[in-house]
C-alpha cells in the first residue's frame, strides 16, 4: 500500500474522525517541535485527538441538526 492508498483508506474508511484528527495532531506536533522547539507528551496528543473526534462527533450528530 502506498501513501496514496493508505491516505484515501484512512479518509474513507470506517474510522475517519480518529484518522484525520491524528494526522491533524501530528501535523501540528511537527510543526510545534519544528518552528517553536517545543514537544508535547504522547498522552497529551492523545488526549487533543480524542478530544476533536469527540467534537466532531457531537457537532455532526443527527441530534446536533435538530432545532
Not at 10 to 35: E, K, M
Request: proline share 3%; glycine share 6%; with cysteine.
Amino acid at each position: 500500500m502506498d501513501v496514496y492508498d493508505w491516505l484515501k483508506l484512512g479518509a474513507t474508511g470506517p474510522q475517519t474522525l480518529i484518522f484525520s484528527a491524528g494526522v491533524w495532531w501530528s501535523l501540528r506536533h511537527h510543526n510545534l517541535i519544528c518552528l517553536n522547539n517545543e514537544t508535547w507528551s504522547l498522552s497529551r496528543l492523545s488526549f487533543n485527538i480524542r478530544a476533536m473526534v469527540e467534537t466532531f462527533r457531537n457537532y455532526f450528530s443527527p441530534a446536533s441538526n435538530e432545532g
